[in-house]
């Protein structure tokens, strides 16, 4: 069982990046699901969510930044952020919402640096 997130890198500030996770051995329609992230010396936080009949929650750190999505048929989540600022320089995982301690992977290294 494994949640793989991917597509972070080196972003200017006010870049994008979209970010993937794709998950084997566990089926993510039936679930909520969420991108997390974790930022150097800080507790891991919840970034934004999105339920199997498509409600989303977006956390308030990145309101307004950010797009979650979801395509059952591909297993898969995104998530879509824009104008992205130093501050949101973090690992970024994804997992079920509330998060599965077993499905918690590597994460994927956003640096938002000029």
């Known amino acids: 069982v494994q949640l793989q997130a991917s597509g972070g890198g080196l972003v200017q500030p006010g870049g994008s990046l979209k970010l993937s996770c794709s998950a084997s051995?566990?089926?993510?329609?039936?679930?909520?699901v969420g991108w997390y992230r974790q930022a150097p010396g800080k507790r891991r936080e919840p970034v934004a969510a999105?339920?199997?009949?498509?409600?989303?929650n977006i956390g308030d750190s990145m309101k307004g930044r950010v797009t979650i999505s979801r395509d059952d048929a591909k297993n898969t989540i995104y998530l879509q952020m824009n104008n992205l600022k130093p501050e949101d320089t973090a690992v970024y995982y994804c997992n079920t919402f509330p998060a599965t301690a077993r499905l918690w992977g590597q994460g994927t290294l956003v640096t938002v640096s000029s």
């Open positions: 999105v339920q199997s009949g498509g409600v989303i």
């Open positions: 051995g566990v089926t993510l329609s039936s679930y909520t």
